[in-house]
């Protein structure tokens, strides 16, 4: 598993309303043929086996931070946990992310102070709740973009034919690196969206999550209720 990180930066001028977004975060799979000695957890819900690439990205659709290598059948909450991110985030003598401050994903994540989420919809949602999830919606999509574009840059990640998982995993993360190199110097391409299955699970809330939990909820609502 790897992981590195990158300068965190607002989202100026794209943040649709939506105030201090520094980056949106969403997982991917990398299909991979079939491992030696696990091939159970390496199989996921579309019946194949894959390994997960975990990432934020920034408005430019620059990867800020990666996390690769979990099992297919992981679900996003749980690589979410097991990363350096979530253990920088809720380190509380010195958090990576400043309270005004957030990255932003889907209802697979958990709602924290540092990771905002969308309203989940029971079919019920107030006008402000919907406006704020099309705004959230807008903002977000530019991760699942920047998958596209990875995989549409080196097609071979579509399916990794290799069976040692280190190098795997280190193959992963240079096209990672490579691609913020393109955009470093500024080659365009038109954007690829990738088709990512919206099919979520309710992430736990763990207890020492809880005040965290509640500052976001707080602070989702005052973002909520200012959106004009």
Same mark, same amino acid.
């Given at each position: 598993?790897? /992981?590195?990180?990158?300068?965190?930066?607002?989202?100026?001028?794209?943040?649709?309303?939506?105030?201090?977004?520094?980056?949106?975060?969403?997982?991917?799979?990398?299909?991979?043929?079939?491992?030696?000695?696990?091939?159970?957890?390496?199989?996921?819900?579309?019946?194949?086996?894959?390994?997960?690439?975990?990432?934020?990205?920034?408005?430019?659709?620059?990867?800020?931070?990666?996390?690769?290598?979990?099992?297919?059948?992981?679900?996003?909450?749980?690589?979410?946990?097991?990363?350096?991110?979530?253990?920088?985030?809720?380190?509380?003598?010195?958090?990576?992310?400043?309270?005004?401050?957030?990255?932003?994903?889907?209802?697979?994540?958990?709602?924290?102070?540092?990771?905002? =989420?969308?309203?989940?919809? =029971?079919?019920?949602?107030?006008?402000?709740?919907?406006?704020?999830? =099309?705004? /959230?919606?807008?903002i977000r999509s530019i991760i699942?973009?920047?998958?596209?574009?990875?995989?549409?840059?080196?097609?071979?990640?579509?399916?990794?034919?290799?069976?040692?998982?280190?190098?795997?995993?280190?193959?992963? =993360?240079?096209?990672?690196?490579?691609?913020?190199?393109?955009?470093?110097?500024?080659?365009?391409?038109?954007?690829?969206?990738?088709?990512?299955?919206?099919?979520?699970?309710?992430?736990?809330?763990?207890?020492?999550?809880?005040?965290?939990?509640?500052l976001g909820e707080i602070k989702?609502?005052?973002?909520?209720?200012?959106?004009?």
């Open positions: 598993m790897h /992981f590195f990180l990158l300068l965190f930066q607002i989202f100026r001028g794209r943040s649709r309303g939506i105030p201090n977004v520094i980056g949106a975060i969403d997982g991917t799979d990398i299909f991979i043929k079939q491992p030696f000695g696990n091939a159970v957890d390496y199989y996921n819900r579309y019946q194949s086996h894959s390994v997960i690439l975990q990432a934020v990205c920034d408005a430019n659709k620059k990867f800020i931070n990666i996390s690769v290598g979990h099992p297919g059948r992981m679900h996003d909450a749980r690589v979410f946990r097991r990363s350096s991110l979530y253990q920088s985030i809720i380190n509380e003598d010195d958090p990576l992310i400043r309270p005004e401050n957030h990255i932003i994903g889907d209802c697979a994540y958990p709602l924290l102070q540092e990771v905002l =989420t969308p309203f989940r919809n =029971t079919g019920h949602l107030t006008n402000g709740q919907i406006r704020y999830n =099309t705004r /959230f919606s807008s699942e973009r920047a998958f596209g574009l990875l995989k549409g840059k080196w097609k071979r990640l579509k399916y990794l034919d290799m069976s040692d998982m280190e190098l795997l995993n280190e193959v992963i =993360t240079a096209c990672c690196v490579l691609r913020n190199f393109i955009i470093r110097q500024g080659e365009q391409e038109d954007d690829e969206v990738e088709n990512i299955d919206e099919e979520e699970e309710i992430a736990p809330i763990h207890v020492n999550e809880r005040r965290r939990h509640v989702r609502e005052e973002i909520m209720n200012n959106l004009r």
